[in-house]
């Protein structure tokens, strides 16, 4: 059982680049969503899903893109990287009265 | 717009001390958990309390629900480095939408 994965682990972009954050769920979650943590700013969350083929907006989504095709991905698109996207992004999993986080990337925008 | 207000923010102390945190709000939430999150890892689940006035006891650490589930505290008994890392709460405040509102956390470092 390996929960939530989560890949890649590290990440550097220049501006203006793209890239999908994975991830991935084996406990039959329908819940699923991203969040960003930034120093002194806490755990932000970006968006998130409750279930395949639904998606909605968190408290900062704004330069991302989320789709949900099955229950165990739910990936995050960055369209075109800016600085200020850069941060420790984290996917989680929920259950009823828990939820699991995966190993986070780091990611660098220069 | 639910907030959860954690303090103190920093707290740094010799192992074998007892320590509280808490976890306050203005708002009602179905459910409270706390995560403890290591350098570099993502948060752990360390436990989740649903009933207003619910104590649990997990080792050295004890887990209180404010009886009017507006708030929680966390205490560890005689600290240890290992206890070491960011302790977040989190509310749940039900519905289907499954959002929980996060604290900032607490930062604990227990010095050998």
């Known amino acids: 059982n390996a929960g939530v994965t989560q890949t890649p682990k590290f990440q550097v972009l220049k501006t203006g680049q793209s890239m999908t954050l994975q991830c991935a769920q084996d406990?039959?979650?329908?819940?699923m969503s991203w969040y960003r943590q930034d120093p002194g700013m806490g755990l932000r969350l970006i968006h998130y899903?409750?279930?395949?083929?639904?998606?909605d907006q968190g408290e900062v989504p704004n330069g991302y893109n989320v789709s949900r095709s099955t229950t165990e991905d739910f990936p995050l698109r960055l369209l075109s990287a800016a600085p200020s996207q850069t941060s420790v992004y984290f996917c989680?999993?929920?259950?009823?009265?828990?939820?699991?986080f995966g190993p986070g990337t780091r990611l660098t925008v220069t | 717009t639910q907030l959860l207000e954690q303090s103190p923010q920093f707290l740094s102390i010799q192992e074998g001390e007892n320590l509280t945190v808490y976890c306050n709000s203005s708002?009602?939430?179905?459910?409270l958990q706390w995560y403890r999150q290591e350098p570099g890892e993502g948060p752990v689940l360390l436990v989740t309390?649903?009933?207003?006035?619910e104590v649990k006891k997990l080792k050295r650490l004890t887990f209180q629900f404010g009886d009017a589930r507006k708030d929680s505290s966390l205490h560890i008994t005689a600290a240890q480095p290992g206890d070491t890392g960011l302790y977040l709460c989190?509310?749940?405040?039900?519905?289907?939408?499954?959002?929980?509102?996060f604290g900032k956390g607490t930062l604990l470092t227990v010095n050998p």
């Open positions: 899903s409750v279930g395949a083929g639904i998606t």
């Open positions: 406990m039959n979650h329908e819940y």
């Open positions: 309390v649903v009933t207003g006035g």
């Open positions: 708002s009602v939430f179905s459910s």
């Open positions: 989680a999993s929920r259950g009823i009265y828990e939820q699991y």
């Open positions: 989190a509310g749940d405040s039900g519905g289907s939408n499954y959002k929980l509102t």
